[in-house]
T-cell receptor
Framework: GAGVSQSPSNKVTEKGKDVELRCDPI?????LYWYRQSLGQGLEFLIY????????KSGLPSDRFSAERTGGSVSTLTIQRTQQEDSAVYLC?????????????FGDGTRLSIL | AQTVTQSQPEMSVQEAETVTLSCTYD???????LFWYKQPPSRQMILVIR??????QNATENRFSVNFQKAAKSFSLKISDSQLGDTAMYFC???????????FGKGTSLLVTP
């Protein structure tokens, strides 16, 4: 079936604006993850969803970041009042379940550039 | 917290040759999972190979194999018969048995030359 789909592929916006990033996981995958990939920090975990619930939001860097998942499927990551340090590639992944060695399948990411 | 270290920022290998990418990790847990992901310029992270810590046998996937040394906390990736399409960033990742997030190393940029 289709893989993890993310949109937009690229987003350029001005500092201070809000942005929404979308992730459509593999059908049937209950677990969904957001990661951020930046030059200085490498790949860092942001948030994990099991179904519609987010048991761990500890990776979100500030209260400007929020995420939700509806219907156990699509997730949106929202960044309010964007700052230049938010520039990065935001990767979404999904897995059939979080337990065991279930691999996480990644999308192509959204490259976010803050001017 | 678990840390993953990839000590080789860049590597180069000629087509058809063999190359080994290094990865070490730090954990106090006994059960966990290790992964190698490949990220070509297209940005998509592609799972290359995975290893369960409770399995002594090293995982293999076609031209890709690992050397898992649990006591040494080492998890290296060997690519045999390198192909031009293997050019990419390679990330080593750790996930604890009780966790869900992947902890990634900084990556190794591999260039396969003709």
């Amino acid at each position: 079936g289709a893989g993890v789909s993310q949109s937009p592929s690229n987003k350029v916006t001005e500092k201070g604006k809000d942005v929404e990033l979308r992730c459509d996981p593999i059908s049937g995958h209950t677990a969904l993850y957001w990661y951020r990939q930046s030059l200085g920090q490498g790949l860092e975990f942001l948030i994990y969803f099991q179904g519609n619930s987010a048991p761990d939001k500890s990776g979100l860097p500030s209260d400007r970041f929020s995420a939700e998942r509806t219907g156990g499927s699509v997730s949106t990551l929202t960044i309010q009042r964007t700052q230049q340090e938010d520039s990065a590639v935001y990767l979404c992944a999904s897995s059939a379940d979080r337990v065991g060695n279930q691999p996480q399948h990644f999308g192509d990411g959204t490259r976010l550039s803050i001017l | 917290a678990q840390t993953v270290t990839q000590s080789q920022p860049e590597m180069s290998v000629q087509e058809a040759e063999t190359v080994t990418l290094s990865c070490t990790y730090d954990t106090s847990e006994n059960n966990y999972y290790l992964f190698w992901y490949k990220q070509p310029p297209s940005r998509q992270m592609i799972l290359v190979i995975r290893q369960e810590a409770y399995k002594q046998q090293n995982a293999t996937e076609n031209r890709f194999s690992v050397n898992f040394q649990k006591a040494a906390k080492s998890f290296s990736l060997k690519i045999s018969d390198s192909q031009l399409g293997d050019t990419a960033m390679y990330f080593c990742a750790f996930r604890s048995n009780s966790g869900y997030a992947l902890n990634f190393g900084k990556g190794t940029s591999l260039l396969v030359t003709p």
